[in-house]
């Protein structure tokens, strides 16, 4: 089992920056990729970036690319959010998954709020 514990949320002016911190129990090596998602008021949880442990290569949701950077340490994902928007608003989620060939993600934090004012 491996635990996720997000930090680094708040409220932030449109335009502004936040990095998101996501420190797990296990390295992140020891994962097949690391992830982000977010999950706005009344809607379902979105996709947002992640990234391979094996490589490094990253992928983002086209609503972020160039905005959002994730980069992990040994036991630490970041997201480097900049040129925020009010839709970024939203409870933003750490994921792992350990293997490949599912589509699944094993383990998830608690997530931490974003909320991007006007």
């Known amino acids: 089992q491996v635990q996720l514990v997000e930090s680094g949320g708040g409220l932030v002016q449109a335009g502004g920056s936040l990095r998101l911190s996501c420190v797990a129990s296990?390295?992140?090596?020891?994962?097949?990729?690391m992830g982000w998602f977010r999950q706005a008021p009344g809607k379902e949880r979105e996709f947002v970036t992640a990234?391979?442990?094996?490589?490094?290569s990253t992928y983002y949701v086209g609503s972020v690319r160039g905005r959002f950077t994730i980069s992990r340490a040994e036991n630490t994902v970041y997201l480097q959010m900049s040129s925020l928007k009010p839709e970024d608003t939203a409870v933003y989620y750490c994921a792992a998954d350990s293997s490949p060939g599912g589509a699944a993600w094993d383990y998830w934090g608690q997530g931490t709020q974003v909320l991007v004012s006007s």
């Open positions: 296990a390295r992140t090596s020891s994962m097949y990729r």
């Open positions: 990234i391979h442990c094996n490589d490094g």
